[in-house]
């Protein structure tokens, strides 16, 4: 199994990013999946879920109304649509797979970095 997340970058406060994960080695649309961020010093935290059909999502207090996830089954991979970038959005993005009978993240990305400057 393999997660491979792109589209971290280094861009100004306001401005925009989407991030990908393109899942492999799995049955993509058998899992729950969810973006996690951890920044330096701190603990890494679920910033956004989405069902395995796409018809249920969830997000952290600190993105809500500003990211969006979203999921293609077909191409077995899953966004994150990043607007009104703060610096406190600065940290390592990681990917990652929960099967329906399990409660933990049973795969993950090797994470990309997002750098939001002031």
């Known amino acids: 199994v393999q997660l491979v997340e792109s589209g971290g970058g280094l861009v100004q406060a306001g401005d925009s990013l989407r991030l990908s994960c393109a899942a492999s080695?799995?049955?993509?649309?058998?899992?729950?999946m969810a973006w996690f961020r951890q920044a330096p010093g701190m603990e890494r935290d679920q910033v956004a879920f989405?069902?395995?059909?796409?018809?249920?999502?969830y997000y952290g207090d600190s993105v809500k109304g500003r990211f969006t996830i979203s999921r293609d089954n077909a191409k077995s991979t899953v966004y994150l649509q990043m607007n009104s970038l703060k610096p406190e959005d600065t940290a390592i993005y990681y990917c990652?797979?929960?099967?329906?009978?399990?409660?933990?993240?049973?795969?993950w990305g090797q994470g990309t970095q997002v750098t939001v400057s002031s």
């Open positions: 990652a797979a929960r099967g329906i009978v399990t409660t933990k993240f049973d795969y």
């Open positions: 989405i069902s395995r059909t796409g018809g249920t999502t």
């Open positions: 080695g799995l049955t993509f649309s058998s899992y729950n």
